[in-house]
């Protein structure tokens, strides 16, 4: 669901002027240092003192953490853990088991189609779990290339090369870490929904946060610039209880609103339809119907399929109810951006001058690890989530839209939540 999506981005007119990450073709660059490690096996052939270490031998992969954690954990005043295991996951925000399965995921790949010139100072090639941990580094801090190739005894141009090879790979083999639920795991998300927060057939919350980034002046727009003056890339998404990203559509300008960005999405054109939350209506208190759903703030309309929190200053008590529900069962897609925006930081700095038809393949692979820690039974560190709302200074957007079988819904809802309120009193 989601790569169609991206497929269909608004980016195509866009002029391209990549400057943080690897470009498609290899450069000239590349071509020479591809012909440089020829030489080289070549060389080794015929004098044995040179050593050079394949891509797969297992004798690398302890080797590079070895040599990362001495060098990068002794820093004073650093924040690093002492603890290896936890250290671990401060760099890589993933246990070691997460990070041998994303290894798994990715090594085909970037075993059969390998950047060139990928040797370290050296002069060894990269193993598959260096390259995925540069990757993982350069996403998870949102440091420069120059400090993140540091960090790992590496050039900028090999960070840029390996990130880039390594998004590529997790967006193709990733892809069941990020899809709708089919009808029976549905069924979970919406029992998990009326047990935490009480409210029947919810099968989610949606929310949205920009990405912010320069652009050269030569494209620059209006469309781009969003209501803080910014220029940012908008990233809408849809989570279950779990915080688990279960669809998003990314790739459109800051400037547009989330309620337009909604309505753009693939997402609203199958609700629309009939396609998408279509399952069982549910009998909820005296005999009323409701039907599946998803909670939105008051950025989005209230649609029979998209409940908002009620408006206005004279709100009755039964309304104060539900909206202090919705806000509760909501915050979970608010929880989600932050931990997003927190675990890879590379979405929550300011980026510079990215290519705007890569940054949604970026966004994405990012919602795919944070999906993949998830389903892996792993736990981000809890000072990892951004700190205050993922997208501050945005918050105040609203929309007027109000259509009457939502409104009916809504007092459905509200209605039963009185009633379950009053039966628990008793």
């Known amino acids: 669901m989601f790569c169609r999506l991206i497929r269909s981005f608004p980016c195509n007119n866009y002029c391209k002027h990549n400057r943080w990450m690897a470009p498609l073709k290899k450069s000239k660059k590349t071509k020479k240092d591809s012909k440089k490690l020829k030489k080289i096996k070549s060389k080794n052939k015929k004098n044995k003192s040179i050593n050079i270490v394949p891509v797969e031998n297992k004798g690398t992969e302890c080797d590079w953490w070895d040599s990362f954690w001495h060098k990068n ?36 790949d970037l075993i059969s189609r390998p950047p060139s010139g990928l040797i370290n100072i050296e002069g060894r090639l990269l193993s598959v779990e260096k390259q995925v941990a540069i990757a993982l580094r350069r996403l998870a801090s949102g440091e420069s290339q120059v400090s993140v190739g540091a960090s790992f005894g590496v050039g900028q141009s090999t960070v840029s090369q390996v990130t880039w090879r390594f998004i590529e790979a997790l967006e193709e083999r990733a892809k069941h870490h990020l899809k709708w639920p089919e009808p029976s795991k549905m069924e979970i998300i919406k029992s998990e929904f009326e047990r935490s927060f009480g409210l029947p057939n919810c099968c989610g919350a949606i929310d949205a946060t920009h990405i912010i980034m320069t652009l050269p002046a030569i494209q620059t727009s209006d469309d781009w610039c969003d209501q803080e003056n910014n220029y940012s890339m908008l990233l809408q998404g849809i989570v279950d209880s779990e915080m688990r990203f279960l669809d998003i559509v990314t790739g459109w300008p800051g400037g547009m609103t989330t309620s337009r960005l909604f309505k753009c999405s693939g997402f609203y054109k199958l609700c629309e339809s009939g396609d998408r939350l279509n399952g069982n209506v549910k009998v909820v208190s005296e005999g009323a119907e409701v039907r599946e759903y998803i909670l939105g703030g008051f950025g989005y309309p209230l649609l029979p399929w998209l409940i908002t929190p009620y408006e206005g200053d004279e709100l009755s008590d039964p309304m104060l109810d539900f909206n202090a529900v919705h806000e509760t069962a909501s ?8 931990q997003l925006k927190g675990g890879w930081r590379i979405l929550n700095k300011v980026m510079w001058r990215p290519d705007k038809q890569k940054l949604p393949s970026i966004i994405l692979v990012c919602c795919l690890l944070h999906n993949i820690i998830i389903d892996c039974g792993d736990k981000l560190h809890p000072d990892v989530a951004v700190s205050g709302h993922h997208d501050p200074g945005y918050e105040g957007q609203s929309c007027k839209q109000i259509e009457s079988v939502g409104r009916l819904m809504r007092g459905r809802l509200t209605k039963h939540l009185q009633v379950t309120k009053t039966e628990g009193s008793m």
Not at 84 to 107: A, H, M, N, P, W
Request: glycine share 6%.
């Open 73 to 108: 954990s002794l820093t004073p005043g650093s924040g690093v853990p002492s603890d290896e295991e936890e250290g671990f996951k401060y760099f890589f925000r993933v246990s070691k088991k997460t990070f041998d399965y994303i290894c798994s995921l990715v090594r085909e």
């Open 331 to 338: 915050s979970v897609a608010v929880k989600a951006f932050s």
